[in-house]
């Protein structure tokens, strides 16, 4: 196991943009790892929206009429 987070950090340094999302705070190498194989190039996207949209979120406003009792 060791031997794959080596690995794995090996090939995260060689990603610009790995760093960028590593400063976040609580977020480790094996969840960054996981959402770039997940997302892919993250430069291929231009906007945030582009980027939830991938992973089923599209954030919009919903109003709902109150429940009538």
Known sequence: MDHLEEQMSKYL?????SQSILSIKGIGEVTVAGLIGEVGDFMQYRR????????????KMTFFEPLVQ
């Open 13 to 17: 340094r060689r990603i610009p943009y």
């Open 48 to 59: 945030i929206p582009e980027i939830m949209k991938l992973a089923g979120l599209e954030p």
